[in-house]
């Protein structure tokens, strides 16, 4: 088989051209990186969680009519997608103090907020992906006030159907970040939610434990994190029943032996 194009290589995924134009290849890696790519590792496994955990929150999102770039998934790793223009904005959404908004404003991790904030950061790993406003989004061109009032009101929606999803199976949404692209449909450019939602980007805790179930046990150190992201895929009823998350794992490997 011919080698691929590769259109792109980020800290978490590749994107390979596509088998038909405005089409693409998203291929999950299983290295992380935290703190502006300062902290690197691997966390054995965690692709081919994250292609399992992004398709299926995608489908149900396109199910309740928010449009996504996800079209399917190809095998354990890959997942085919529509390409879109990315706009430069990190989407940030807030139910729960943590992270970075409890550093920078004092407020004690884990204290719910009394409304959901919407945080935008402008996507520049040079510039450590710096926290900006409406303001600078509109005075520098990186998107129209009616593509941010899209996404506001995307994200809004994403945030609802989340929450509920994730509290179904004993998870706290605390925080979580999304990307969004445009499609081009003649001179008319159209807004839809692009990237991935995994434990990579989201903050995941046990409702009754505390515990985190997401790339902060990377962050901090707290060990068994491919456990925690296996705890998620087997909470939304993505793992086989009954059999080790092993099982999954391991025929990965044996399709790499295999060079495929
Ligand atoms: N996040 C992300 N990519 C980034 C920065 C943040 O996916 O480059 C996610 C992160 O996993 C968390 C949320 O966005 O769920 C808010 O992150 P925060 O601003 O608190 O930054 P952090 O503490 O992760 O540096």
């Given at each position: 088989m011919a080698r691929r194009r590769q259109i792109y290589e980020g800290k978490a995924k590749i994107l390979y051209e596509g088998p038909e134009p405005g089409t693409l290849i998203q291929y999950f890696k299983d290295d992380a990186t935290a703190f502006n790519a300062q902290k690197r590792g691997t966390i054995s496994g965690k692709g081919v969680l994250n292609n399992r955990i992004s398709e299926h929150i995608f489908t149900a999102l396109g199910a309740i009519?928010?449009?996504?770039?996800?079209?399917?998934?190809?095998n354990m790793r890959e997942q085919l997608i529509r390409q879109v223009e990315i706009i430069p904005i990190e989407v940030v959404i807030r139910n729960v103090a943590a992270g970075s908004l409890s550093k920078r404003l004092g407020i004690e991790e884990g204290t719910q907020l009394p409304r959901t904030i919407i945080e935008y950061y402008y996507k520049d790993d040079a510039l450590g992906d710096p926290l900006i406003a409406d303001e600078h989004i509109a005075c520098f061109g990186w998107a129209t006030q009616e593509e941010m009032n899209d996404i506001a009101d995307m994200a809004i929606r994403v945030n609802d159907f989340m929450c509920g999803m994730f509290a179904a199976i004993g998870?706290?949404?605390v925080d979580f970040k999304l990307e969004f692209g445009r499609v081009w449909d003649g001179d008319y450019a159209r807004v839809i939610l692009a990237d991935e939602i995994s434990p990579d980007g989201c903050r995941l805790w046990d409702l009754k434990s505390n515990e985190k179930l997401d790339k902060d046990r990377f962050r901090l150190d707290l060990g068994n994190v491919a456990e925690a992201y296996q705890e998620i895929a087997r909470r939304l009823g993505l793992?086989?029943?009954?059999?080790?998350?092993n099982s999954v794992l391991d025929f990965d490997s044996h399709r790499k032996k295999r060079g495929r």
């Amino acid at each position: 088989m011919a080698r691929r194009r590769q259109i792109y290589e980020g800290k978490a995924k590749i994107l390979y051209e596509g088998p038909e134009p405005g089409t693409l290849i998203q291929y999950f890696k299983d290295d992380a990186t935290a703190f502006n790519a300062q902290k690197r590792g691997t966390i054995s496994g965690k692709g081919v969680l994250n292609n399992r955990i992004s398709e299926h929150i995608f489908t149900a999102l396109g199910a309740i009519g928010v449009p996504t770039h996800f079209i399917r998934r190809l095998n354990m790793r890959e997942q085919l997608i529509r390409q879109v223009e990315i706009i430069p904005i990190e989407v940030v959404i807030r139910n729960v103090a943590a992270g970075s908004l409890s550093k920078r404003l004092g407020i004690e991790e884990g204290t719910q907020l009394p409304r959901t904030i919407i945080e935008y950061y402008y996507k520049d790993d040079a510039l450590g992906d710096p926290l900006i406003a409406d303001e600078h989004i509109a005075c520098f061109g990186w998107a129209t006030q009616e593509e941010m009032n899209d996404i506001a009101d995307m994200a809004i929606r994403v945030n609802d159907f989340m929450c509920g999803m994730f509290a179904a199976i004993g998870i706290r949404l605390v925080d979580f970040k999304l990307e969004f692209g445009r499609v081009w449909d003649g001179d008319y450019a159209r807004v839809i939610l692009a990237d991935e939602i995994s434990p990579d980007g989201c903050r995941l805790w046990d409702l009754k434990s505390n515990e985190k179930l997401d790339k902060d046990r990377f962050r901090l150190d707290l060990g068994n994190v491919a456990e925690a992201y296996q705890e998620i895929a087997r909470r939304l009823g993505l793992m086989p029943e009954g059999e080790e998350a092993n099982s999954v794992l391991d025929f990965d490997s044996h399709r790499k032996k295999r060079g495929r």
